[in-house]
Structure formats: C-alpha cells, structure tokens
C-alpha cells in the first residue's frame, strides 16, 4: 500500500490506512478554513503486476474479503468531510459506504472510473448539501429518484454512462449551472428548460441528437456543447441570449442559419460539417473565434464585419486562392492566428503560400502551426 499523510500528529489517513483494502491508495489534504478542520480524501485502488495468480495469505476470509463492494472504504473518515474522491475504486455499489453519515458537510462526491450500474436516493439521498456530483464513467442507465433531494447542486456530470434521456426533475434544482451529459445515449434534448434561472454551461457532445430543441428561455446559458451528434440544421437558439461558446462539430449541418439573435457569440466551432460557405454572421460581431475546419467551403467570405476576430480555423476545406484575406480580414487589427493548411490554396503553392498569407495580413503572427517571422 502506498500512503501519502500531510505533516502532524496521526490523522485521517493514519485511521483509515488500517481499513483499507492492501492495493488501496488513500491521499487525504487537510486544511483549516475559519478555524474547522477540513479534508479532502481520495481512495484509489491499484492493480499490482504481481497480484495475478497470487494467492491470498490471508486464510479463511472468504471470498469477498477486500472486495470493494462489501467493505466500508471511507470507514475510517470523520463525519466532517466535506470532499471525497473514489476513482477508479472498482465499486459495483454504494451500499457499504454509509455516505449518509457525511450528511451535514459533503459538498464533492467524486465516483468516477467505476462500474455503477443503480444510484439512488437510498445511497445519496441524505446529502443534501452537496454541490458537486460525479458519476462520470460508470454504467448507469438512469438515476432514477437519486438527484430528487440533492436541491443545492451546481455541478452535475453524468458523462461516459449509458443514459437514453436527460435525467427527469432537474428543474427542482435551483442552483445548477453546470451540467455535463457527455457520451451517453440520449436522442433529444429535454429537461432543462426550468433552469432558466440557473444553467450556465451545457455539454451534450457525443450522444444520439438530432434536433436542436428544448432549449427555450435560457437566457443566462454561456456554454451549448452539441459536438458529435446527427444534428442536421443550426436552429432552436433564437432565446440563448447570452450564448458566449457554441461548439457543434461533427453533426452533418449544411448552412450556417439561424444565428441572429447569438449577438454575443464569441466562440464559433462548427468543424467537420457539410458546410460549403460562410455566411450568416451578420450579427456576430463579437466573434473572436471562428472553426469550420474539415467543411468543403471555397472561399474566405463574410467575415469583414467580425471587428473582434482573432482567429480563423479553416483547414482541410477547398478553398483555392488567398486573393480575398486582405479584404476581408486585412482590416481587423485583433485579428492574429489562421489555419490555412491542406487547402488547394496550400497544396498549389506550398514554397509562396506562408509569404502571400503574410503579405495580405501583416498583423498576423500565427499561420499554421507555425509562427510568422517577419
């Protein structure tokens, strides 16, 4: 077992350190807030190289000794933890946890790396003073009434899991801004109109969505992640006022629409699309970052307007000639890094193309991955 312990008389991981399971791996941070003592534990379990085909010297503990799933890890933890970490614990439930103990303090629960197929209300019901809850990367299906009580959350992260809707009653929860649903199975967009108040960031990347829908009336949300879906048309954000990150890269869009009310946009990423032009950027003027990589777009077009740009990621599309960047972009003095490369603009010319960018944008000091040198 390897065990990290912070400076001082026996503390935390001293206690616990004896309840461990052998290939446990406790780290435990003590700090002092206000003059309580707080303590952030992590338990991670490590696989030995040696421990295949060896065999237990422990005679006549059964077979389920040092099993995750039937012993207490965090047995030997005081009631006042206020964080605890269990990656990669190889936990198939929460029963033997007795997380509700940590009631009246646990704000972070981490369970990441698992193998949780069930979460519910009997396993994390009681904590209701928690803030942040990450179940990324276990097997679940659904949470079922889990999240029902859990009314002072702020971050949720249900990514990497087996989810085919977007968990039911979220609105119940006031305070959540930040919710990541990333590669589950989810085909639409439900659930969380009722946090209009709240909802800041929203990552639904790498699921099986379709349309963009269900998003009405979330003025305060700053982030919409959508990447790696089968979204086939930019529509259903007209009420995401304060929209600053869109990113729907790899869905099978044609047409950039539907963008107008996006008036504070400032980062665009819509590569690898079907997109063949720029256009309907009229009202993005405070866009300072702009991807349509991987597209079949021929020319650099429509962007004179974009006063705030600052970077242009246009490579692997067919664009065939830099005639248009000094009208376009050479006005823009923000305007630094562009991503030309695999173009026939670049296969075509590849000893004068750095030299014509240059000479077009001269306040450019990036092309490529390659620093301009003047």
């Known amino acids: 077992m390897t065990e990290q312990t912070t400076a001082g008389s026996k503390g935390v991981n001293d206690t616990a350190a004896d309840t461990l399971a052998p290939d446990a791996n406790l780290t435990e ?7 309580e003592r707080k303590a952030r534990v992590v338990v991670e379990y490590i696989d030995h190289p040696n421990a295949e085909g060896q065999e237990s010297e422990d005679e006549g503990l059964g077979p389920d000794a040092g099993d995750p799933a039937t012993e207490d890890l965090l047995a030997g933890l005081p009631d006042e933890t206020d ?28 369970l990441r790396q698992n193998f949780l ?9 009681t904590l209701t003073r928690l803030e942040e809850l990450d179940v990324y990367d276990n097997k679940l299906k659904g949470v079922g009434d889990a999240l029902d009580t859990l009314t002072d959350l702020k971050t949720l992260d249900l990514s990497f899991n087996l989810l085919r809707s977007v968990p039911h009653g979220l ?18 967009i439900s659930g969380v109109v009722g946090l209009a108040a709240s909802l800041r960031s929203l990552e639904l990347g790498g699921n099986r969505i379709r349309t963009i829908e269900g998003l009405e009336g979330l003025g305060k949300l700053e982030e919409l992640w959508l990447g790696k879906n089968k979204i086939t048309k930019l529509q259903g954000l007209e009420t995401l006022k304060a929209l600053r990150v869109l990113s729907i890269q790899s869905n099978r869009i044609t047409k950039l629409e539907g963008l107008e009310e996006l008036t504070n946009l400032e980062e665009f990423y819509i590569s690898h699309n079907g997109l063949s032009k720029i256009e ?11 991807d349509v ?30 005639n248009d960047l000094g009208r376009e972009l050479g006005e823009i003095k923000s305007f630094s890094t562009i991503y030309l490369e ?8 590849p000893t004068g193309y750095r030299r014509k960018i240059m000479l077009a944008l001269p306040q450019v000091q990036q092309i490529d991955a390659t620093y301009a040198r003047r």
């Open 342 to 349: 695999r173009n026939p603009c670049e296969k075509n010319d």
């Open 117 to 125: 197929t069930h979460i519910g209300a009997d396993d994390i019901g």
């Open 29 to 35: 941070v003590a700090s002092t807030e206000g003059g």
């Open 293 to 322: 990589s991987g597209n079949t777009i021929t020319a650099v077009e429509g962007l004179s307007h974009l006063v705030e740009l600052e970077e242009l990621w246009a490579s692997d599309n067919q664009i065939a000639t830099l």
């Open 171 to 188: 609105e119940r929860h006031t305070s959540l801004h930040t919710i990541f649903f990333v590669q589950n199975k989810i085909t639409k």
């Open 280 to 290: 309907g950027l009229e009202k993005n003027v405070k866009l300072r970052t702009f």
């Open 83 to 110: 964080d605890i970490d269990l990656v990669h614990a190889r936990l198939h439930h929460l029963d033997a946890l007795r997380l509700a103990r940590f009631k009246n303090h646990l704000k972070r629960l981490c």
